[in-house]
């Protein structure tokens, strides 16, 4: 049942979504992305702007276990013989959490709202991958790992992943809106923390990113591909994202602007260092762990899947199934141009020619 937002007051998303109701109009999703406000009721004291030094600074380690868990995900479930593509469980675990967070969406501001920023958009939106899902399925239309196997079978990979990623990730982020909407009332509100808490919570979230850089540094440097570059490049692809989400997505009715063009460049740019780092000639060692970092990194938190699997879920049939395909689409037709030309062309190869250093 769609929802009429001219005559009464917005209830949040996963109020909607739980409750089997779709939002008209799309531009209402951009509270997705914003800290609790007055919306949810909330007294003025307890309301933070979206650009607050409080909420920033809790995107910063928010970011980075996001990034530690979707590679530590993906290093789980990578091996011979894998029944499920890795990025299915990272997709599915992000926009489970995601569920949790929107349904505890007027909780967390009674406690402390920007702590509900830093689940969703922080932590869930930098473990979930939109730029990771589209070479993923780029990457079985062109057979990039050279399988013996028929072109059929590449679509069929591709397809796989396409529609068991969608269906996966917004099936994930409805359980996690029923199973909290069941636990929640058996949990107690805890007190909301102190003046000194809250600035002290601050100043180690600012503090626990800047020790991104001396990690990078100083850390082993086979480190730099596997971690530390991507922890480096974390906190500016979610921020790129937050601004994309507060500032665009409240433009269109149609479908939310500011993750589409947030997905989409972090989709084109993933797809350009894929192709600097198939290059024949040779590249440094630094420079292979650096365009690795802002693949994981900057990429992987510039673009979402839990954020697009709660808008696809809150949009109504037709809007969000188009909204779905425009996404898709734009995402695979990038990719075409950018990584297809140059894999075509023969100037760039499939596979990652970077050599990463291992000492």
């Known amino acids: 049942m769609p929802l009429d937002y001219e005559s009464q007051q917005r209830p949040d998303v996963g109020s909607i979504l739980a409750n089997h109701q779709t939002i008209d109009d799309a531009n209402s999703l951009a509270s997705i992305d914003r800290p609790p406000s007055e919306v949810e009721e909330l007294p003025p004291v307890k309301i933070y702007h979206p650009l607050s030094i409080h909420v920033l600074a809790l995107l910063m380690p928010a970011s980075i276990?996001?990034?530690?868990?979707?590679?530590?995900l993906q290093a789980l479930t990578t091996y011979n013989g894998e029944s499920i593509f890795p990025l299915a469980y990272v997709q599915a675990t992000g926009c489970f959490i995601m569920g949790v967070g929107l349904r505890m969406k007027v909780p967390f501001g009674n406690f402390y709202g920007p702590l509900y920023t830093a689940l969703t958009t922080g932590f869930c939106g930098s473990l979930t991958t939109f730029s990771g899902w589209q070479v993923d399925i780029f990457d079985s239309w062109v057979n990039s790992g050279q399988f013996y196997r028929g072109g059929l079978r590449d679509f069929m990979d591709g397809f796989t992943k396409t529609w068991v990623t969608l269906v996966l990730s917004v099936a994930s982020l409805k359980f996690g809106i029923y199973i909290c909407g069941v636990a929640q009332p058996y949990v107690p509100a805890?007190?909301?923390?102190?003046?000194?808490?809250r600035y002290t919570l601050t100043i180690l979230a600012i503090l626990t990113y800047a020790a991104t850089l001396p990690a990078y540094f100083f850390l082993p440097h086979n480190f730099r591909h596997q971690a530390t570059a991507a922890l480096l490049f974390s906190f500016p692809g979610t921020l790129t994202r937050y601004l994309l989400s507060i500032n665009l997505n409240p433009r269109l009715k149609t479908m939310p602007l500011g993750t589409f063009m947030a997905n989409s460049l972090g989709t084109a740019l993933l797809g350009f260092f894929h192709v600097?780092?198939?290059?024949?000639?040779?590249?440094?060692?630094?420079a292979c762990s650096l365009l690795q970092g802002l693949g994981d990194g900057y990429c992987g938190c510039l673009t979402t899947i839990s954020t697009f699997a709660a808008e696809i879920g809150a949009l109504p049939g037709w809007k969000a199934v188009s909204y779905t395909i425009i996404s898709w689409i734009t995402g695979q037709l990038l990719l075409l141009v950018i990584m297809g030309s140059s894999f075509w062309s023969g100037h760039v190869e499939e596979q990652m020619t970077c050599s990463f250093q291992t000492s």
């Not at 805890?190 to 808490?197: L, M, Q």
């Not at 600097?276 to 630094?286: C, D, E, I, Y």
């Open 276 to 286: 600097l780092q198939g290059f024949p000639s040779a590249v440094s060692p630094n």
């Open 190 to 197: 805890p007190r909301p923390p102190s003046k000194i808490v």
């Open 65 to 72: 276990f996001g990034v530690l868990a979707r590679l530590g």
